[in-house]
C-alpha cells in the first residue's frame, strides 16, 4: 500500500517572530535557513533545506504539516485515495513548492481542520546542519494534534494515507492515540479533546545525546520559558524527555532514547498509563 514516509516539515503561525526565532535557535538547537519576503522564517535541524517554517501570523497555531511520500507518482495516488475518501485536494502552485523547496505538492484539510500537505523531492543539501537530531527516513520529529474524534481520526490517516498504528493510551477519560509511517515510534499521534483551543498539541524533537537534553532542561529552568513538565520516561515509545511551552503557547517536547518499531514484530498495545516516572506538572515560578 502506497503511504506517506515521514513527518517532514511543520508550519507555525507565529505571532512573535522574534522571540520564536531566539527561543529556536538559541534553545531548541535550530538554524536560521532562509526567509521570505513575507517575513516568514524558515529553520534547519538537518541536510533538509528546513524542517520548520514560522509564519507571522496572530493564531499561534498549527498552520500544515507536510508529509513526504517517494515520489510524484506516489503522491498522485495518494491525492486520488484522498478525494475518494470525500476529502478536496488541491495542487500547490509552483510558488508554493518553490517556497517548501519541494519538487510538488497537494494539500488538503481532514475532518477537525487540520491542513495537510503531501509532497515530494525535498531539497537536499550536501553541507547539512550538524545539529545533532535524530531525523533522516525517520522525519523532524512527532506532532500532537486534538481531534474530535479519535476513531475518525486513526481510520483517515490509516486507511487513507496508509500510516501503521503503533498503540494507544487511555487515562481516565483522555484517549490518545499513536501512528507510525517509519520506524520511529509515531511520526503522529492525536488526543480526543473536542472544544480544544489550538489543533496542535505539542511537537516534538529528538536529540542524539542525553546530555544534550540534560543541559537544555538545566537551561529551560533558568530561563524565562516556561517548564510544562519535569523530565520523565514515557511507557510507549520509551523516550526520555521533557516538555517546555513555546511563545506560541503550546508544547515542545525534547527528548531523546526513543524505541524503533520493526512492523514484522510490532504489536499494538493498549496502556493506561503515559509515563513509567517523571513528566509531572512543573510548578509555576512565583510572580515577584
Not at 475532518?111 to 500537505?117: I, K, M, T, V, Y
Request: proline share 4%.
Amino acid at each position: 500500500m502506497t503511504a506517506v514516509t515521514q513527518l517532514g516539515y511543520l508550519e507555525l503561525s507565529a505571532r512573535d517572530l522574534g522571540e520564536w526565532e531566539s527561543s529556536a535557535t538559541t534553545t531548541l538547537g535550530l538554524q536560521p535557513a532562509s526567509r521570505d519576503p513575507d517575513g516568514a522564517l524558515r529553520l534547519r535541524m538537518d541536510g533538509y533545506h528546513h524542517r520548520f517554517t514560522l509564519h507571522p501570523d496572530r493564531k499561534d497555531d498549527l498552520a500544515y504539516a507536510g508529509w513526504e511520500v517517494a515520489d510524484a507518482a506516489a503522491l498522485a495516488e495518494l491525492a486520488a485515495r484522498v478525494e475518494a475518501a470525500g476529502v478536496p485536494v488541491t495542487t500547490g502552485a509552483k510558488a508554493e513548492a518553490e517556497q517548501r523547496r519541494v519538487s510538488g505538492l497537494v494539500k488538503f484539510t481532514d475532518a477537525d481542520g487540520h491542513p495537510g500537505e503531501l509532497y515530494w523531492g525535498p531539497l537536499e543539501q550536501s553541507a547539512g546542519a550538524e545539529a545533532g537530531f535524530v531525523t533522516g527516513n525517520m522525519g523532524l520529529g512527532h506532532v500532537v494534534l486534538t481531534v474530535v474524534s479519535l476513531d475518525r481520526a486513526m481510520a483517515f490517516y490509516t486507511s487513507v494515507l496508509g500510516m501503521r498504528v503503533s498503540d494507544y493510551v487511555t487515562m481516565g477519560r483522555m484517549r490518545l492515540g499513536f501512528l507510525h509511517c517509519n520506524p520511529r515510534h509515531h511520526s503522529l499521534a492525536f488526543i480526543e479533546q473536542p472544544g480544544a483551543a489550538k489543533r496542535v498539541h505539542h511537537f516534538m524533537v529528538q536529540r542524539e545525546s542525553l546530555d544534550d537534553v540534560g543541559r537544555t532542561y538545566d537551561e529551560v529552568q533558568r530561563s524565562r520559558i516556561r517548564l510544562l513538565t519535569t523530565l520523565g520516561r514515557h511507557t510507549n515509545d520509551q523516550m526520555v524527555s521533557f516538555y517546555m511551552a513555546n511563545p506560541s503557547g503550546f508544547g515542545v517536547e525534547y527528548g531523546w532514547g526513543g524505541r524503533e518499531v520493526d512492523d514484522a514484530t510490532w504489536c499494538v498495545e493498549h496502556l493506561d498509563s503515559g509515563s513509567v516516572w517523571g513528566h509531572k506538572p512543573a510548578p509555576r515560578p512565583v510572580e515577584s
